[in-house]
Nanobody, 122 residues
Framework: QVQLVESGGGLVQAGDSLRLSCVAS????????MGWFRQAPGKEREFVAV????????NYADSVKGRFTVSRDNVKNTVYLQMNSLKVEDTAVYYC???????????????WGQGTQVTVSS
C-alpha cells in the first residue's frame, strides 16, 4: 500500500515556472514507477510524464516535452515535476500515481494522490 500526497500547485502567469512534489508513504517507493497525469475541466485525465524506478528512464507527453522535467529522490520518497514556460493550456489538476509498469495509460497505475491544482493565467 502506498499513499501519495501532491503539493506545489498554485496560480501563476503564462511563462512562469512551478515545481510539483509528490511524497509517498511506505518503504517501497523505489519499487514503483511514478507517473504524472493531469485533468482539465471537462476533459479526460491525460498522461504528462513517467519516471522509472531508478530515475534513469523518463517519458513525456508531446505537449510538455522540453518544458517539463520529472525526477525522483528515492531517499526522500518523493517525485517531482518541474514545469517551465507554463501555458494557459497547462491549467489542470495534476496527479501523481504509482505503478508497476512504465506506461502512459492511467489504468496501469495502482495508487493515486488527491491532486494539486495548477492554474495558468494569460
Amino acid at each position: 500500500q502506498v499513499q501519495l500526497v501532491e503539493s506545489g500547485g498554485g496560480l501563476v502567469q503564462a511563462g512562469d515556472s512551478l515545481r510539483l512534489s509528490c511524497v509517498a508513504s511506505g518503504r517501497t517507493f523505489s519499487s514503483y514507477v511514478m507517473g504524472w497525469f493531469r485533468q482539465a475541466p471537462g476533459k479526460e485525465r491525460e498522461f504528462v510524464a513517467v519516471i522509472g524506478r531508478t530515475g534513469g528512464n523518463t517519458n513525456y507527453a508531446d505537449s510538455v516535452k522540453g518544458r517539463f522535467t520529472v525526477s525522483r529522490d528515492n531517499v526522500k520518497n518523493t517525485v517531482y515535476l518541474q514545469m517551465n514556460s507554463l501555458k494557459v493550456e497547462d491549467t489542470a489538476v495534476y496527479y501523481c500515481a504509482a505503478g508497476a509498469y512504465t506506461s502512459t495509460r492511467s489504468q496501469m497505475y495502482d495508487y493515486w494522490g488527491q491532486g494539486t491544482q495548477v492554474t495558468v493565467s494569460s
